[in-house]
């Protein structure tokens, strides 16, 4: 099977910054598509920012010129650099990833993936 795993959460305060990463291994042929969401109020999630796999991001209006993602395709590995972070940022980010599975001979199935979460605090 793919994993996808996140890592990086942690507790800061206002203005400070943080650095997650997700790690996709396995079976995989190819990964396209990441992105960083947060779970939000309720069971609602959003998208916080995406990247293509050739680098081409996108941004909720919320976090853009706080947060820059970025990814080694190398490593099958996405970061989130969060900086002057808020308040409004505590939630549990997830990542996602687009996902060619080596199933055997032929075409990868694709499939997204999430990671389990981790929690970003941000006091005040």
């Known amino acids: 099977q793919v994993q996808v795993v996140e890592s990086g959460g942690g507790l800061v305060q206002a203005g400070g910054s943080l650095r997650l990463a997700c790690a996709a291994s396995?079976?995989?042929?190819?990964?396209?598509?990441m992105g960083w969401y947060r779970q939000g109020p309720g069971n609602q999630r959003e998208l916080v920012a995406s990247?293509?796999?050739?680098?081409?991001?996108n941004y909720a209006y919320s976090v853009k010129g706080r947060f820059i993602i970025s990814r080694d395709n190398a490593k099958n590995t996405m970061y989130l650099q969060m900086n002057s972070l808020k308040p409004e940022d505590t939630d549990v980010y997830y990542c996602n990833a687009d996902v060619g599975v080596r199933t055997g001979p032929g075409m990868p199935m694709w499939r997204h993936y999430w990671g389990q979460g981790t929690q970003v605090t941000v006091s005040s």
């Open positions: 396995g079976s995989i042929s190819r990964v396209d598509d």
């Open positions: 990247i293509t796999d050739t680098g081409l991001t």
